[in-house]
Structures are given as structure tokens and as C-alpha cells.
């Protein structure tokens, strides 16, 4: 068939109207712009599979950017859709390991108050058939993965649990043990929430999803949608009508990207940034990495002074660049201090919700970026920074790239003891806004530690900046590191943060200096409590 004959439905696509690309979309400002988009990508959907690869040749060839079109339901995927490029990769690991709990998460919240248990869970059932990421199950035929949704109400399920406990001590047992419980990605549920009573008006909820489902942005929707939920059905309101009706699913995000994958433009910019031989960091380990990676990990905190996190923003204000910039230029600083090779790689999530239609779903959207620095002991640490600078750029230019395809298409030989291109990850974040929203009727609401206890890196650098400072975690893999030695790692990081914050950033990276001693270091330690401490406070 003839290109030119996508413009035209046929008898065989009488629901689909003539789709012309109008010059008026190249801007989406005005409002008839917007819905003229919607409307090309209604009919779009509409189209057989073979009409619509055509379509996309025709869209590319006019210069059309598909990021313009918004995501509407596909129509032939309404008995399955296809597993998005990093469900995909889930999935394979799954595969390999039904068992672990490496991609288990967890989030838990101590509940103080006058709790209505029969409002939570009715504000549990309006969320689960709100979101169709919390009623996918997982099937393979034939080899080829796909994510049904149930969509009959006696499908609808999820793991609801309710015990008591006497003592407070058995808590982290408890909660461990249930955000560990192996989950079924064939039959599920995969959404699992478990209500402890703790005595008098004290409550835990632990909500555990499977990460193939759900991420950290999920996890802030879940929180305050259940609270809006809650509120309602604590006043006998129908909860159906709470919240605005969400147009898609995660199910619909998946189809639409498998349709419009990135370009190789893009792909080919990550196979020209880290092709050749890939540089394995050399990290301070403890003990030989085993064949296969453990998942047992451990925490390390730290809690910057407020007055030198106002002077660190101060300092990347300063140079044109952003906290996250000149937090990874000094991690990456740090670990060539520690091996001294002159490239370091290091792992990057990125939340995945550019497009708004994805803002308010529940689902596994986030990819991960590899950012090489380029480090040199002779360099001022600026211009590190600006080299790093232009590498975050670049990278966020191209992420729409899955980290599935750029392995594939590097072809990293895959090893059970080692993730593939790189060995650590940073991440910046927001303080959770999410427990300060969670404002229930008679409740205190508190978020407590009470996740799996597992990592999947060998070491994992969590920055989280609130009005007060900044608050640093080093998560590590237990199997290869003690924790004096993070414990000396964190603090000589704080060390290198004081440094470039009294040189304004003019101090070259091998002048940084590294104490011995741990007490040294100008970071105000967290008091180490135990969880059950904690809950029974």
C-alpha cells in the first residue's frame, strides 16, 4: 500500500477518519492545537498494527515529533500489552530468580491515632480499581512476555493482611519478612498491604509492591490518592468519584512506546559514549565479589550541616549548574580518589514522567542513565564540573533510550556478580512531600523504615535536600563491604564537600585531602535507632 494511502481509512478502518499532520501542531500552546493532537492521535490508535507502522514512517519522514501526539489507548491491545523495554528486563530477572526479593518495594508508615480500619480498605479497593498497574498479572506465550489486566471484578485482588503483635521487638522481623514474601508475576497480586496492631490506637501499614508495577514517584501517588480515598470513605462519600478519572494506564504507556520507540540517533549517541572496553571501578571492597551478587545490603547516614548545604547550592548557583551536578562531580572525585582510574562511571535514575499523561499513574516508568566523568587529579575540581555538566546534558537530551537496549545493543556479556556498564548509582532528591500530605482525620501519620533490607548495586549514593539541609545515604552490598568501611567512605565525601565549599571549587581533585580518622569528618552523624525503637516511640 501506498504511503500516501494512510490518509485515508479503509473499509476494513471505517472507525478511523483521514489523518493529516497540519503545520498548526508544530506548537502545542493554544488549546486548538492541543486538540487537534489528541484527535491525530485518537485516529492513529484506531488503525490496524500494519497501517499505524506506516503512519509512524510517514510521521518521521515529515520531521513530525511524536513526543507532540499525546498517548491515548491503542485498540487492539485491549486482551494484552506489551512489557515496556525495563519491564521487560524485570521480567528476564525475574525469570532467572522468582525468589528474590531485590525488586521488592516497601513503604511504611506508623499510624497514630483513631484509625477506621473499614475506611482503609475501601479506600485500598477504589485505588486498586482505579490503577491498572495494581491489577496487571504477567503471562509469557510462546516466549514473547505480555501484561493482562484484570478487568472482571472477581479478578480484582490484592494481598490484604491484618495480625496483632504484644511486643514491639517483633516489628522489624515482621516487616522484613513480609516485604521478602517471593511474589508471583503470573498470577499475583502484586500489590500486598499488611496492617499491624500494635496496642491501643497504634498502627504500622506496610505496602509492598513489586517494582515491575511500581516506582518511587508511584509510591508518592499511592500515599496521596489513599488519603483523598480515605477521607471519603470515612465520610461515606463514593470514593469512585473522588479523585478526576484517569484516561490511561501504565498498560497504555507501554503499548504507545513500543510504537514510538526513540531514534537510533539517540541510541547511537550512548553506543558512541560508552562503547569500547567498559572500565570496571575499583572500589574499596572487603571481601572478593562472589560468582553470584547477594542481596543483603546496609545503610550508612549522614546529615550535611544546613550551613554548608546553603553554601554547596550557593557554590552551583555560582558556576551555572545544578546541586545534582556538583554533588556528582564530588562522589565521582571521590571514587577516583579511592581507585584512581581517570574514567568513572556511575548510574543515574531518571523518573521516566516527561510526558504529563504519565504524571498521576501508578507503574514502572523510571530508566537508568550512565554518566562517565572524565577525572583527573591535576584538574581544578570546576573543571570537572564542567565536564560533568556537559555529560548530564547530554544525557538527558537522549533518555528516552531503555538501559535494555543500550546493553543490547553494546552487547555487555551479563555477569551474575556484577551489574553490567556500572557498579554505583547516585541520586538526588526532593524531600517527600508525600508524608506531609498524608494529613488522615484523627491520625498522625510517620514514615518508618521498615523495607527489604536488600540492595542491587554494590554501593548506592541517596542525596535527599529538604528546607533544613541535605541528608546523605550510602547504601551498599553487605556481601562485599562492612560498614566501617561506608561508614569512612560517607565521611570522607562530607570532607570533600567542606573542601570545594571553603575553595569556592578552584581546588584541584588530588589536593583534596581524606582524614583517617572518621572523627573528622564535619558531617553531623544520625543517631543509629533501631527499628523497634522507633515504632514503639
Aim: net charge negative; proline share 5%; glycine share 8%.
Amino acid at each position: 500500500m501506498p504511503t500516501d494511502e494512510i490518509l485515508t481509512p479503509t473499509r476494513d478502518e471505517s472507525a478511523a477518519a483521514a489523518v493529516e499532520f497540519p503545520a498548526s501542531t508544530a506548537s502545542t500552546a493554544s488549546t486548538a492545537a492541543a486538540s487537534q493532537a489528541l484527535a491525530i492521535s485518537r485516529k492513529y490508535a484506531a488503525l490496524s498494527a500494519g497501517h499505524r507502522r506506516q503512519f509512524r514512517d510517514k510521521a518521521r519522514a515529515q520531521g513530525i515529533d511524536p513526543a507532540r501526539l499525546p498517548i491515548v489507548p491503542i485498540a487492539d491491545c485491549a486482551d494484552g500489552y506489551p512489557l515496556s523495554p525495563a519491564q521487560e528486563r524485570l521480567w528476564f530477572l525475574w525469570k532467572l530468580d522468582p525468589d528474590s526479593p531485590a525488586y521488592h518495594l516497601a513503604r511504611t508508615m506508623r499510624l497514630t491515632g483513631a484509625l477506621d480500619v473499614p475506611a482503609l480498605r475501601r479506600a485500598f479497593d477504589a485505588l486498586v480499581a482505579r490503577h491498572g498497574a495494581l491489577r496487571m498479572r504477567f503471562v509469557e506465550t510462546r516466549g514473547v512476555p505480555s501484561q493482562r489486566l484484570a478487568r472482571d471484578a472477581a479478578e480484582v485482588t490484592y494481598g490484604w493482611r491484618e495480625l496483632a503483635l504484644d511486643a514491639a521487638a517483633q516489628l522489624p522481623g515482621v516487616l522484613q519478612a513480609a516485604a521478602r514474601e517471593p511474589f508471583d508475576l503470573g498470577s499475583g497480586p502484586l500489590l500486598r498491604v499488611m496492617l499491624v496492631g500494635l496496642g491501643g490506637d497504634a498502627h504500622v501499614l506496610q505496602i509492598v509492591t513489586h517494582h515491575i508495577v511500581s516506582d518511587g514517584w508511584s509510591q508518592a501517588v499511592m500515599v496521596r490518592e489513599l488519603v483523598a480515598l480515605y477521607r471519603a470513605a470515612l465520610a461515606g462519600d463514593d470514593t469512585a468519584g473522588v479523585l478526576p478519572p484517569l484516561e490511561l494506564h501504565c498498560g497504555d504507556v507501554a503499548a504507545w512506546q513500543r510504537e514510538w520507540q526513540s531514534s537510533d540517533d539517540d541510541l547511537g549517541y550512548w553506543v558512541e559514549r560508552l562503547g569500547g572496553d567498559a572500565p570496571l571501578l575499583e572500589l574499596p571492597l572487603d571481601r572478593p565479589r562472589g560468582t553470584n551478587r547477594g542481596v543483603e545490603g546496609g545503610r550508612c547516614r549522614a546529615e550535611l550541616d544546613p550551613t554548608l548545604a546553603a553554601r554547596l547550592r550557593e557554590l552551583a548557583h555560582a558556576r551555572r549548574t545544578t546541586l545534582f551536578t556538583l554533588l556528582f562531580s564530588a562522589y565521582a572525585a571521590l571514587l577516583y580518589r579511592y581507585g584512581g582510574q581517570r574514567r568513572v562511571r556511575i548510574g543515574v535514575p531518571s523518573a521516566g514522567r516527561e510526558r504529563r499523561e504519565t504524571d498521576g499513574l501508578i507503574g514502572y516508568f523510571v530508566n537508568t542513565l550512565v554518566i562517565e566523568a572524565e577525572v583527573d587529579g591535576a584538574m581544578p575540581f570546576d573543571a570537572l564540573l564542567g565536564t560533568v555538566q556537559t555529560r548530564v546534558l547530554e544525557a538527558q537530551a537522549h533518555q528516552d533510550v531503555p538501559f535494555g537496549r543500550v546493553l543490547d545493543a553494546l552487547q555487555v556479556p551479563r555477569e551474575a556478580g556484577r551489574s553490567p556498564l556500572f557498579q554505583v548509582m547516585f541520586n538526588l532528591e526532593q524531600a517527600d512531600a508525600s508524608e506531609a500530605a498524608a494529613a488522615l482525620p484523627g491520625v498522625v501519620v510517620e514514615t518508618v523504615d521498615g523495607g527489604t533490607g536488600t540492595v542491587r548495586f554494590d554501593l548506592v549514593l541517596n542525596a535527599v535536600e529538604d528546607r533544613r539541609g541535605l541528608k546523605l545515604t550510602f547504601n551498599y552490598a553487605a556481601d562485599v563491604f562492612d560498614a566501617a568501611t561506608v561508614e569512612r567512605l560517607s565521611a570522607h565525601y562530607v570532607e570533600v564537600l567542606e573542601q570545594l565549599a571553603a575553595s569556592d571549587g578552584t581546588r584541584r581533585v588530588g589536593e583534596l585531602t581524606l582524614s583517617t580518622g572518621r572523627e573528622a569528618a564535619p558531617a553531623r552523624r544520625y543517631a543509629f535507632e533501631s527499628l523497634g525503637q522507633a515504632l514503639s516511640a
